[in-house]
């Protein structure tokens, strides 16, 4: 005759079986290499090619060697849509989550990326300018090769219809007509894409990652998410109006540096001013709050062209932190780096400020 547990003891054992499994479950997920994660990292490239201007190019063979880089450390290169879907609803992404993006809509896109990212199996995001495809420039791919990618299921988006500076005013235009005519621009390009390919989504790319306080303002009446030019990894609490992403061309496409990129973490901040990127002041100071999180006050470091900017903290135990810097930068475009190292791998806690010089 079988004995029978008592009640007690069967609940007891199985409360203890419960408990095993539970343990050998979470032991599998922390050791699982896509282990859920609330933070992506956003690529930018423009040309794949050789022969255009180093500045906005990587040469074939470097964007495979990225490519087969992500592949054999384990990444998971997910669509924008997914990675934005997912952020902004609290729900998680796989661990070491990349984005790949690109601007503009240069004909080497369709000839040199999409082959290789087609044989990797990764998806992508276009963001276009369509009136030089309209007009049929030679550097640029066609409507009917947007097509093609659109149905094999890249994302095609929104890059304005002329690729504009955006900050500029016409002469005479007044403050609501200079908004008026951007967002005319902008809706015209989504219209356009969304004829070409039955696709909508609402999101821009800043052409030449330029944007102020109101040109954010328009995108959000508008119910856009914007995606700038400043470099930085993106979280639940990242600012959707401008999301960062890294250039990787000519010396940023270097595979040494871009590979610490690729696998950067988000801080969780705030800045706390100015609140617009554009400045007059060849040497702006800013201030940032740092929230709690899994790095220490103590480690954060901020640099501008790989210089340390002097840092003084207003309230460290707040994580209150002025950015002085001693040094005049110059060009129309430059930006402030803070990292910090993450104590649990190898990786870099990242944010960036932009700026921008209109004179």
Sequence with gaps: MIKQLEPFQRAKKILSVSAYLLSISAM????????????????????????????????????????????????????????????????????????ITFD????????????????????FTLFLSTEPIDDGLSNYITWDQVRQMSAADVIIANHMVDHPYMLKMGDDESHSQWLAR?????????????????????????PYGEYDSAIKSLLEELNFVGLAQNSGAVGPESDFLALPRFPLASIYANLDTASTKFS????????VRPDSPV?????????????????????????????????????????????????????RRWRYICTAPDPDSNRFYWHSVQWINLD
């Design 28 to 99: 599998l997920l922390a050791n699982s290499p896509s282990m859920a994660a609330q933070s992506a990292v956003i690529l930018l490239y423009h040309h794949v090619a050789e022969d255009t201007p180093p500045s906005t190019s990587i040469s074939p063979a470097d964007f495979d060697s990225h490519l087969r880089y992500l592949r054999d450390n384990d990444f998971n290169v997910i669509a924008l849509d997914r990675m934005i879907d997912s952020l902004r609803s609290g729900q998680s992404l796989p661990e070491k989550s990349v984005v």
């Design 104 to 123: 503009d809509g240069y004909s080497s896109i369709f000839d040199e990326a999409f082959p290789m990212l087609q044989t990797y199996g990764y998806p």
């Design 182 to 206: 951007l967002s005319e621009n902008l809706l015209k390009a989504e219209q356009r894409i969304e004829a070409q390919t039955g696709q909508s989504h609402r999101y821009l790319a800043y």
């Design 264 to 271: 950067t973490l988000p801080f969780s901040v705030t800045q």
């Design 279 to 331: 400045t007059s002041n060849r040497s702006p100071s800013a201030v940032l709050k740092f929230e709690n999180g899994n790095y220490n006050f103590n480690q954060i470091g901020c640099f501008a062209n790989s210089q340390p900017i002097p840092m003084t903290w207003i309230d460290r135990e707040q994580g209150v932190l002025e950015l002085n810097p001693e040094k005049s930068y110059p060009g």
